[in-house]
């Protein structure tokens, strides 16, 4: 078993979707057992975040509903033929008439919001399926709410992989199956979702539970890539991480994959592609447990970050008990530290700027507050002394950080 994903932005329109056809010709998918995870096309998971929103006030959400469904019915007009038109088009209209939703539904905002986004993914997979399959593509579409199956909570889901696996076994060998990524479902049956982006998980996911042989992500750029090319310049491609190394560039916010993604490959060590949707045959990036002789430097800059330096009123030292009570304020307001560090007296944090400081110094009234605003985090993996320099510039050094092969700093923007 093979696993492909593809994300949104390659299924966005008719000539995306031409593309993956032309791309699972290429890999010959018709001779492989293989599941193909799609997103929902384009900005679908926004746009349904909207009318989700319109709706938890009590409106109908009618022009965005209806903006929505022109959008797909344009790219079946172009795509498909007048019978599989009908049919999706009854799809569509159905999956998008939220005008009797139940108590259940309605009564919990959770449930509501995944009820909602899910439908991106249930429109996108039929409308690649019939596509794919009138282009001598033969396939099967399944839904991902009877094999994805999650624990209780329905937004942001963990996944139950023992109940996930046994719902798998159904899969058939010498297949090709189209599944929604992102969407699952509970034992009660709700339809759960596994928080934005989360499709590359739900690829993950099924390449765990079924034991596949290798997973390809499909995105719009050559591979992992040593920077972001919208904010630095002569950025290459990397052509190979390991697990861990790619666990630790998503973490501190390299976008490319979801950071939850590597853990269930890394278990089963199967080697995840990074590969582009516009040349298919192209390498891209292999993550796999095998280390790279190459030492590419990758850079990830995390701007806008505020930067916390926490000092006893009494001078006294910080000690374990003092970090453990300033760990805690964090960890039970959930408040992510980018960077943490203390010296004798002082505690310094990083975070991103959405929280109320105003609480945490009424909160933390021990503890005299200085906050720094508007400030940058450097993270480089396997850094070089002129590219930090470089990197530096002028710019007043706030705080760095040196582990392994990544180095950090955080400069006043
Ligand atoms: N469609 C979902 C989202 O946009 C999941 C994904 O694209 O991975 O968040
Ligand atoms: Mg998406």
Request: proline share 2%; net charge positive.
């Amino acid at each position: 078993m093979e696993i492909h994903k593809f994300g949104g932005a390659s299924i966005k329109d008719v000539s995306a979707l031409k593309n993956l056809q032309k791309v699972l010709e290429k890999i010959n998918i018709k001779k492989k057992s293989a599941c193909v995870v799609v997103s929902a096309m384009g900005k679908t998971t926004n746009n349904l975040e909207h009318i989700y929103a319109e709706i938890l006030k009590g409106k109908s959400a009618k022009q965005k509903i209806e903006s929505l469904k022109q959008y797909h019915f344009k790219i079946i007009r172009s795509l498909c033929n007048t019978h599989n038109q009908k049919l999706l088009k009854t799809f569509i209209d159905q999956q998008l008439n939220f005008s009797k939703l139940s108590k259940k539904i309605v009564g919990n905002s959770d449930v509501l919001y995944s009820y909602i986004v899910s439908k991106g993914e249930l429109i996108s997979t039929k409308i690649v399926s019939a596509f794919l399959n009138e282009k001598s593509i033969p396939n099967t579409w399944i839904d991902a709410r009877e094999y994805i199956i999650t624990e209780k909570h329905v937004t942001s889901s963990s996944v139950n992989f023992k109940n996930t696996k046994k719902a798998l076994k159904k899969l058939k060998r010498n297949t090709l199956y189209i599944i929604g990524g992102f969407i699952g479902s509970n034992q009660k049956k709700q339809t759960t979702t596994l928080g934005r982006e989360g499709s590359d998980y739900s690829a993950a996911v099924l390449a765990y539970c079924l034991n596949a042989k290798n997973i390809t992500i499909w995105k719009d750029v050559p591979g992992v890539l040593t920077a972001d090319p919208k904010k630095f310049s002569r950025v290459k491609k990397i052509d190979r991480l390991t697990y861990q190394e790619s666990i630790e560039l998503s973490y501190y916010g390299a976008s490319v994959i979801h950071p939850k993604t590597i853990q269930p490959l890394k278990i089963k060590e199967i080697p995840l592609f990074v590969k582009p949707f516009d040349k298919p045959t192209l390498k891209g990036t292999i993550i796999s447990s095998q280390k790279s002789l190459k030492k590419h430097t990758s850079y990830i800059e995390k701007s806008n970050q505020i930067f916390l330096i926490l000092t006893l009123k009494n001078f006294s030292f910080i000690n374990e008990n003092y970090l453990s009570i300033i760990y805690n304020y964090f960890e039970t307001h959930k408040i992510k530290l980018n960077l943490s560090q203390h010296s004798a007296v002082s505690f310094y944090a990083v975070i991103d700027p959405v929280y109320s400081l105003d609480a945490l110094i009424d909160e933390l009234d021990f503890l005299n507050t200085k906050v720094i605003k508007k400030t940058t985090l450097f993270t480089m993996h396997h850094p070089k002394a002129k590219a930090i320099s470089k990197l530096k510039g002028n710019n007043k050094v706030l705080l760095e950080q040196k582990s392994g092969d990544f180095y950090r700093f955080l400069v006043k923007s």
